[in-house]
């Protein structure tokens, strides 16, 4: 199948970095969302691809280029001439059944369908749709255009043609695909939230301040980031939805830091709020 015009069906950080690392490929990308703030996206795409022209990544005119291939819309009716969709919305299972089952409508029929999900089963989300052999896990690791592994999951019933689509779109957008089988939680999500946790119960606990805890992880293991600032700009409350459904997949052992909970119930969330374990501008950097 040829895929030229792709849906991304979410704007925020992980839809805006798959709509990036696409169009950067060469893909037409339709950025959908119905979220506070959805139509800001084009304008965080640019502010992404103009810290790329900073540091030489890109040039002026690849920017221009790439950001020429994405548009937004409210309009889910554009899912009619669309080549491959991709949901990555937040995991909450009604709200993903509920529009897959519209987009199942929308889409033509040889559409394969990727959701981006780390804590819902590909096989319970395939029950809500007529092509449920269609449906492919892929979930990409933020910030989307940097990391370059993908964790592939399929369902009961998902076909080898669909699975083939996605490992060769995903493959095109410059990521080793990596199969396993689905869990809650998958592999890199349920190894940094672990991480997370723990870092935070420290903090909690007195054992260091957060600087001083983010830094003995992040210097020692050779991380670019830290797990507060991964939390921070993945967004707190986030964070606490996947631990709450690993705590009720896995039991005590994800029991969330009653820290990430006092942080969420402030408005501590991160970069979003400029304020999470650590304190952000409103260009997202981090301040002393």
């Known amino acids: 199948m040829d895929i030229r015009r792709v849906a991304v069906l979410g704007a925020g950080r992980l839809g805006r970095g798959i709509a990036e690392n696409a169009a950067s490929k060469g893909y037409d990308v339709v950025l959908f969302s119905h979220g506070a703030g959805g139509q800001d996206a084009l304008r965080k795409i640019e502010n992404s691809l103009d810290r790329k022209l900073a540091r030489w990544a890109i040039t002026e005119a690849e920017k221009r280029v790439i950001l020429s291939r994405i548009t937004f819309t409210l309009d889910l009716k554009e899912l009619s001439n669309v080549d491959l969709l991709i949901d990555a919305t937040i995991d909450h299972f009604y709200t993903k059944q509920e529009l897959l089952r519209t987009a199942d409508q929308l889409c033509q029929p040889n559409v394969v369908f990727i959701t981006t999900s780390s804590t819902l089963k590909v096989s319970d989300l ?17 910030p989307v255009p940097e990391v370059p592994v993908a964790e592939l999951t399929r369902g009961h019933k998902t076909a080898d043609s669909a699975v ?8 095109r957008l410059g990521k080793e695909v990596i199969e396993i089988n689905e869990s809650v939680g998958l592999v890199n999500p349920r190894a940094l939230l672990a991480l997370i946790n723990e870092a935070a119960y420290m903090l909690d606990e007195g054992v260091g301040d957060a600087e001083a805890v983010e830094s003995i992880i992040k210097e020692s293991w050779g991380m ?3 797990p507060f600032e991964m939390a921070d700009r993945l967004g707190l409350d986030l964070v606490l939805s996947w631990m709450e459904q690993m705590h ?3 039991g005590d052992r994800f029991a969330p830091c009653p820290l990430l909970r006092r942080y969420v119930r402030e408005k501590r969330l991160g970069v979003k709020t400029n304020l999470g374990f650590f304190r952000y501008n409103t260009e ?5």
């Open 224 to 226: 670019s980031q830290g």
């Open 248 to 250: 009720k997949a896995y």
């Open 126 to 142: 395939a029950r809500s749709i007529t092509r449920s052999e269609s449906l492919v896990g892929l979930h990409f690791i933020p």
């Open 284 to 288: 997202a950097k981090q301040e002393d």
């Open 164 to 171: 083939a689509v996605v490992k060769n779109f995903a493959e």
